[in-house]
Antibody, heavy 122, light 114 residues
Framework: QVQLQESGPGLVKPSETLSLTCAVS?????????WGWIRQPPGKGLEWIGS???????YYNPSLKSRVTISVDTSKNQFSLKLSSVTAADTAVYHC???????????????WGQGTLVTVSS | DIVMTQSPDSLAVSLGERATINCKSS????????????LAWYQQKPGQPPKLLIY???TRESGVPDRFSGSGSGTDFTLTISSLQAEDVAVYYC??????????FGGGTKVEIK
């Protein structure tokens, strides 16, 4: 059974960089899927942040692209998110998830982490 | 970006009755070369992550009860719960994956018991 678990600071100061890691268990991150980050502001809907393949190939949401870096560490079976220059608008529950794949492109999300709340505040 | 618009924002349905949720995309998510609609549906209960219900617009994920069904093509899609159960109270989201430039979700529809 594929399991994903997010970890990282729950409080980040404005203008700083948000850093989260998603540890994957029950499945090798090198086995040919995309792995993504999705966020959800409290009481609101879902926003895709970006996805990464085990080779390091990435797709980012254009609205966040200038501030986002997603990386993968196959040796630790985990992938990470960095979001720079955060503001209060970046306060959200951040989920990691597995993207199913077809012909090399990320599709729907079939396994999700529980999510971690990150608050941006001084 | 492809904008996904769900309706209604919320609905209240009696136990055992049908619930219907609509999702409209700003452009077609039907890929002509394989005749597949690049659309998924998720269920999210309070305090839980979203759960995949339907993909390719009408294919149920393994383990999802058959009272959940998806239909539609092109730009208009529907998620139907044929006989609402208490455990179906949740927010439901559609997602398009036609455009990998930006995977986008609908705004969500909250389903409650009348």
């Amino acid at each position: 059974q594929v399991q994903l678990q997010e970890s990282g600071p729950g409080l980040v100061k404005p203008s700083e960089t948000l850093s989260l890691t998603c540890a994957v268990s029950g499945y090798s991150i090198s086995s040919g899927y995309y792995w993504g980050w999705i966020r959800q502001p409290p009481g609101k809907g879902l926003e895709w942040i970006g996805s990464i393949y085990d080779s390091g190939s990435t797709y980012y949401n254009p609205s966040l692209k200038s501030r986002v870096t997603i990386s993968v560490d196959t040796s630790k079976n985990q992938f990470s998110l960095k979001l720079s220059s955060v503001t209060a608008a970046d306060t959200a529950v951040y989920h990691c998830a597995r993207n199913n794949i077809l012909t090399g492109y990320p599709l729907y999300f079939d396994y999700w982490g529980q999510g971690t709340l990150v608050t941006v505040s001084s | 970006d492809i904008v996904m618009t769900q309706s209604p924002d919320s609905l209240a349905v009696s136990l055992g009755e049908r619930a219907t949720i609509n999702c409209k995309s700003s452009q077609s998510v039907l890929y002509n070369s394989n005749n597949k609609n690049y659309l998924a549906w998720y269920q999210q209960k309070p305090g839980q992550p979203p759960k995949l219900l339907i993909y390719w617009a009408s294919t149920r994920e393994s383990g999802v009860p058959d009272r959940f069904s998806g239909s539609g093509s092109g730009t208009d899609f529907t998620l139907t719960i044929s006989s609402l159960q208490a455990e179906d109270v949740a927010v439901y989201y559609c997602q398009q994956y036609y455009s990998t430039l930006a995977l986008t979700f609908g705004g969500g529809t909250k389903v409650e018991i009348k």
